[in-house]
């Protein structure tokens, strides 16, 4: 198993574990995992979920007209060698 889809896989497993229903999806260039929020979510795992998007390339949260929401994370297949390049911070000197 390649080191982004064990990130990907481990991400979904702390997600499940949290009670949420992840569904991962398959890309050329990424591995993305999305859920639906409901409103009733504890704080503990809103503290989950918002570790899981922290550790993850790439997330987001959409909310539908309808009021639901999706939050989302992605995992590049090609991710830059350290952290911080995939993580997305660069340093200011």
């Known amino acids: ?15 499940s574990a949290a009670g949420f229903s992840p569904r991962v999806t398959d890309h050329d260039d990424h591995t993305r995992i999305e859920m639906e929020v409901a409103d009733s979510v504890s704080a503990g795992s809103w503290q989950e979920l918002l570790a899981v998007l922290e550790a993850a390339d790439r997330f987001g949260l959409d909310v539908s007209s309808a009021g639901g929401r999706l939050a ?22």
């Open 72 to 93: 989302w994370a992605a995992i590049r297949r090609n991710a830059p060698v350290t952290d911080d390049a995939v993580r997305g911070r660069t340093h200011q000197l």
């Open 1 to 15: 198993m390649s080191l982004p889809q064990g990130r990907a896989d481990q991400l979904a497993t702390r997600l």
